[in-house]
């Protein structure tokens, strides 16, 4: 195998996020440097406090650090209605072993980076407060960063608003900054991960393989199913699982390239990504946009990660 890609996660657990943390330490692909945690699905002492949780569920060790409460701009927006009181509602965890570096998250991103031998990858699964945050206090940085792997935004429609995704939305201005940095981007939007749903048979596809961390993920998919089944899913759509699996099985993936910019004013259409598909901007291509996935192999991919867990305990 060639060298391992090295990775930075950044995210807001969150049940998808955890589950994308899940899929990413199971890879043979990827070794991660470092955890950061973001505002977002939950104030960020849950986030942080639930980021401890899944990091001790799942063996990374790795540091981890806090990012803080508030964007970049504006007000904090949480997502309890879909995530629970903890943002991270469901089956019982362990206690943190993990503690917080005495630093914030962004300069623990930085630290790693430039103490790193390769370029870094970032996996950002949440508002993209501590990327835009970095790329605007580290610059220099930005040659060390090999990749930013996003969930985030959608070139169709957003779930927030009519217009905005979520993680998007939470913080406009730190997305401009990420979509305007010139790095290789890749954006699994909504347009990707609403087709990568897990059906209720994955579920017990998965509790099937009977280890302690399957029967968590299938735990953390009947809670996140709960909430989108009211609204008229047939499964639970495993965001950001998505921006992990693009960087380990690109080829279950479909893609196109856009100029993309971020809506950071207007009425109806803030934390908008705005594809430029006819060429208006006369603007190279900025984000390797995903828009649609082999679902089959994506439950596949998920499934493996799964069953490592209990041939790692063996
Ligand atoms: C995104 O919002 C959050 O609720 C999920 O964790 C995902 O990152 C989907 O819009
Ligand atoms: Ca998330």
Redo the contacts with the bound molecule.
């Keep these: 195998m060639t060298s391992k890609i090295p990775i930075i996660l950044d995210?807001?657990p969150?049940?998808?996020?955890a589950i994308a943390w899940m899929l990413a330490k199971a890879s043979a692909w990827l070794e991660i440097l470092a955890c950061t945690s973001v505002s977002?699905?939950q104030s960020i002492e849950k986030t942080s406090y639930n980021a401890r949780r899944v990091m001790t569920l799942l063996g990374i060790d790795a540091p981890f650090a806090m990012g803080r409460e508030e964007p970049l701009h504006g007000e904090p927006i949480h997502?309890g209605n879909?995530?629970g009181e903890t943002g991270l509602d469901g089956p019982a965890l362990p206690d943190p072993t993990i503690e917080a570096e005495p630093i914030n998250a962004v300069e623990l991103m930085a630290k790693t980076i430039a103490a790193s031998d390769k370029p870094v990858t970032i996996v950002a699964?949440?508002p993209l407060t501590n990327v835009g945050a970095l790329l605007i206090l580290y610059p220099e940085l930005k040659p060390k960063i090999a990749h930013i792997s996003i969930?985030?935004g959608g070139l169709a429609h957003g779930?927030?608003t009519p217009a905005a995704?979520?993680?998007i939305l939470v913080d406009p201005e730190a997305a401009d900054v990420v979509f305007k940095s010139g790095l290789q981007l890749t954006m699994a939007g909504?347009d990707v991960?609403l087709k990568a749903l897990v059906f209720p048979e994955d579920f017990e596809r998965i509790r099937a393989l009977g280890n302690p961390i399957a029967v968590v993920v299938a735990e953390w998919l009947d809670f996140f199913y709960t909430f989108h089944r009211s609204i008229g899913y047939a499964g639970a759509?495993v965001?950001?699982a998505v921006a992990v699996a693009a960087l380990i099985k690109p080829e279950i993936l479909t893609a196109r390239d856009y100029y993309v910019q971020v809506e950071t004013s207007g009425d109806f259409c803030r934390g908008a990504t705005v594809a430029d598909h006819y060429g208006f901007s006369q603007q190279p291509p900025n984000t390797h946009a995903l828009v649609d996935i082999d679902r089959e192999a994506f439950i596949d991919l998920l499934a493996e990660a799964a069953a490592w867990y209990g041939k790692e305990s063996e």
Excluded: R
């Excluded at 969150?14 to 996020?17: A, E, P, R, S, V």
């Design positions: 995210g807001d969150g049940h998808d996020d977002g699905n997502a879909i995530h699964t949440g969930m985030g779930n927030w995704e979520f993680n909504l991960t759509p965001h950001d």
